[in-house]
């Protein structure tokens, strides 16, 4: 029985050796390969003083390294944190020192910006995946050393030990660590090959980069059933008619993605040309979908079922709506479903008393997905969970989910809104309020305000500056760029004299957003 992350690899390489586990571009690696290559790897890292619950960065794009690199890592007993090779080495060392990292696993084509973060902070030890650093006292060693190196035994751990812990906006500006184990990964892991029948036959394709939370659909998925995962390099998210290119050649079954990326490909994926028969499940989530994509969508793969997934990386996924039929143009949202037949699901209101049916309230959940806590994080967690009974004299931990919520009957939950200000963008969750908190924080800036240009699904912000400051937007977005992920760099940052104001003197984000939706960049 497969009780941690990394067992069903090697379980696969006994029992299908030669089956081909992941695959990119014109690379391929079975089973078998990769079981030797993550035991190698894995004692590259104990030999280098990695012990059962020390955290080890991935600064890869995804690749097969980083599939060695996820898996070997976990065999060392250690926890992989996925690190975004866009990201400002800023907001990376940040990552870096709240998590205590001092081992990266990278490769030569990251070289100029790894050593921007090795320049910059002075923790890292060892560095696996290149030849050398312009640094001192900091152990190498490259892919090459690492495929000839002796293959150990794995660390032993047990399945509540940390496997992963994933980045996310945070509030304050600081980003949050969601904290996941090996038994919620195989929790999740084992609910979506139920759900989606998942064969060794299938080929699993995925649009999320490495630090994104969905790219573990496939990365522990598919190895569980003894499918293929075909990893889709990055560069062809921005490139429809390639990418649907690489998918008809790579006969993908089963493809996840948030609604844009499909979206994309309905309009500019070239899709006509394509034979794309082989895929029998699309499954998105993170946004909503428009009913008139996702129809148009649904009549060009007649043979593929569809199907809408909500989850926040806290607990992984928890529910599902099956799509049996396009929907008219006048569709109303998507429902995000009925709960996991390993979750449950209250809908509280603010005093945390459950709603009648019909009644709107947030949604509080308990799953065996459900993650271990934010990491370091005692104010965040002790927010976060909530007990409360769920039989007489029993009670269990349920994670607030922030999220407004109706039951709309016949297994419908449909989704409202938010509590806070977090909202979803491409399937990226982005705190308005840590793009305020990183404006607020140049020394130039009185007041900042981040809001939604609903009309356009974009992020705007708008400042006001001390009296004789020459700041421009132009400073301010670069300002932005050393701060921000990529996803959350508002499109457009104004400079006016004075914010709207509601009665009792707080900005007035919504007449802002109004105010701009439409308008020209400034």
Same mark, same amino acid.
């Given at each position: 029985?497969?009780?941690?992350?990394?067992?069903?690899?090697?379980?696969?390489?006994?029992?299908?050796?030669?089956?081909?586990?992941?695959?990119?571009?014109?690379?391929?690696?079975?089973?078998?390969?990769?079981?030797?290559?993550?035991?190698?790897?894995?004692?590259?890292?104990?030999?280098?003083?990695?012990?059962?619950?020390?955290?080890?960065?991935?600064?890869?794009?995804?690749?097969?390294?980083?599939?060695?690199?996820?898996?070997?890592?976990?065999?060392?007993?250690?926890?992989?944190?996925?690190?975004?090779?866009?990201?400002?080495?800023?907001?990376?060392?940040?990552?870096?020192?709240?998590?205590?990292?001092?081992?990266?696993?990278?490769?030569?084509?990251?070289?100029?910006?790894?050593?921007?973060?090795?320049?910059?902070?002075?923790?890292?030890?060892?560095?696996?995946?290149?030849?050398?650093?312009?640094?001192?006292?900091?152990?190498?060693?490259?892919?090459?050393?690492?495929?000839?190196?002796?293959?150990?035994?794995?660390?032993?751990?047990?399945?509540?030990?940390?496997?992963?812990?994933?980045?996310?906006?945070?509030?304050?500006?600081?980003?949050?660590?969601?904290?996941?184990?090996?038994?919620?990964?195989?929790? *999740?892991?084992?609910?979506?090959?139920?759900?989606?029948?998942?064969?060794?036959?299938? /080929?699993?394709?995925? @649009?999320?980069?490495?630090?994104?939370?969905?790219?573990?659909?496939?990365?522990?998925?598919?190895?569980?059933?003894?499918?293929?995962?075909?990893?889709?390099?990055?560069?062809?998210?921005?490139?429809?008619?390639?990418?649907?290119?690489?998918?008809?050649?790579?006969?993908?079954?089963?493809?996840?993605?948030?609604?844009?990326?499909?979206?994309?490909?309905?309009?500019?994926?070239?899709?006509?040309?394509?034979?794309?028969?082989?895929?029998?499940?699309?499954?998105?989530?993170?946004?909503?979908?428009?009913?008139? +994509?996702?129809?148009?969508?649904?009549?060009?793969?007649?043979?593929? /079922?569809?199907?809408?997934?909500?989850?926040?990386?806290?607990?992984?996924?928890?529910?599902?709506?099956?799509?049996?039929?396009?929907?008219?143009?006048?569709?109303?949202?998507?429902?995000?479903?009925?709960?996991?037949?390993?979750?449950?699901?209250?809908?509280?209101?603010?005093?945390? /008393?459950?709603?009648?049916?019909?009644?709107?309230?947030?949604?509080?959940?308990?799953?065996?997905?459900?993650?271990?806590?934010?990491?370091?994080?005692?104010?965040?967690?002790?927010?976060?969970? +909530?007990?409360?009974?769920?039989?007489?004299?029993? =009670?269990?931990?349920?994670?607030?989910?922030?999220?407004?919520?109706?039951?709309?009957?016949? =297994? /419908?939950?449909?989704?409202? %809104?938010?509590?806070?200000?977090?909202?979803?963008?491409?399937?990226?969750?982005?705190?308005?309020?840590?793009?305020? *908190?990183?404006?607020?924080? @140049?020394?130039?800036?009185?007041?900042?305000?981040?809001?939604?240009?609903?009309?356009?699904?974009?992020?705007?912000?708008?400042?006001?500056?001390?009296?004789?400051?020459?700041?421009?937007?132009?400073?301010?977005?670069?300002?932005?760029?050393?701060?921000?992920? =990529?996803?959350?760099?508002?499109?457009?940052?104004?400079?006016?004299?004075?914010?709207?104001?509601?009665?009792?003197?707080?900005?007035?984000?919504?007449?802002? %957003?109004?105010?701009?939706d439409g308008a020209k960049d400034v």
């Open positions: 029985m497969i009780k941690l992350l990394y067992e069903s690899v090697d379980h696969w390489a006994k029992q299908s050796p030669d089956k081909e586990a992941f695959c990119y571009l014109d690379q391929s690696i079975t089973y078998r390969e990769l079981s030797h290559l993550t035991s190698r790897l894995a004692g590259v890292l104990m030999a280098n003083g990695i012990k059962r619950g020390d955290r080890v960065g991935v600064f890869l794009a995804k690749s097969l390294e980083s599939t060695i690199a996820i898996y070997g890592i976990m065999k060392a007993g250690a926890a992989f944190v996925p690190l975004d090779p866009a990201a400002s080495p800023e907001r990376l060392g940040g990552m870096i020192n709240h998590c205590g990292i001092n081992c990266l696993i990278s490769h030569p084509d990251m070289q100029t910006k790894l050593q921007d973060i090795l320049t910059s902070f002075d923790d890292i030890t060892c560095v696996i995946g290149v030849n050398s650093v312009d640094a001192p006292d900091i152990q190498t060693m490259d892919w090459d050393q690492v495929a000839h190196a002796p293959i150990v035994p794995p660390a032993r751990i047990i399945a509540q030990d940390i496997a992963y812990i994933m980045y996310t906006s945070g509030s304050t500006g600081a980003p949050k660590g969601i904290t996941h184990t090996h038994a919620s990964g195989l929790a *999740y892991a084992h609910a979506i090959t139920e759900l989606y029948d998942v064969q060794p036959a299938d /080929r699993f394709g995925n @649009h999320a980069p490495l630090h994104f939370d969905i790219s573990t659909f496939d990365y522990f998925a598919a190895p569980l059933r003894g499918a293929t995962t075909v990893i889709i390099p990055e560069p062809y998210m921005k490139m429809p008619a390639s990418l649907s290119e690489l998918m008809e050649k790579e006969r993908l079954t089963l493809w996840f993605s948030a609604p844009n990326a499909l979206i994309q490909l309905l309009l500019n994926g070239v899709l006509e040309a394509r034979d794309l028969q082989s895929l029998r499940w699309v499954i998105f989530g993170g946004e909503p979908f428009p009913p008139k +994509y996702l129809s148009a969508l649904m009549t060009q793969w007649p043979q593929a /079922r569809f199907s809408n997934s909500y989850g926040p990386a806290e607990v992984n996924m928890c529910s599902y709506y099956h799509i049996d039929a396009p929907l008219a143009k006048d569709a109303d949202a998507i429902p995000i479903g009925r709960m996991w037949d390993i979750a449950e699901g209250v809908i509280v209101d603010e005093m945390d /008393r459950p709603v009648a049916q019909g009644e709107q309230g947030e949604l509080l959940v308990r799953a065996p997905t459900r993650m271990r806590g934010y990491w370091n994080a005692p104010e965040l967690n002790a927010n976060c969970f +909530y007990t409360r009974p769920v039989s007489a004299g029993i =009670n269990d931990i349920f994670y607030r989910t922030g999220d407004i919520v109706v039951d709309a009957g016949e =297994n /419908r939950l449909m989704f409202l %809104g938010r509590k806070d200000r977090q909202i979803k963008l491409r399937g990226y969750r982005i705190e308005l309020d840590e793009i305020e *908190y990183v404006l607020a924080t @140049h020394p130039d800036v009185e007041e900042a305000a981040a809001y939604m240009i609903v009309s356009g699904a974009f992020i705007e912000a708008a400042v006001t500056i001390k009296t004789g400051s020459e700041l421009n937007t132009a400073a301010l977005t670069d300002y932005c760029m050393a701060k921000l992920p =990529n996803y959350a760099i508002p499109k457009t940052i104004r400079i006016i004299e004075v914010f709207p104001r509601t009665t009792s003197q707080k900005i007035d984000r919504r007449v802002l %957003g109004q105010m701009y």
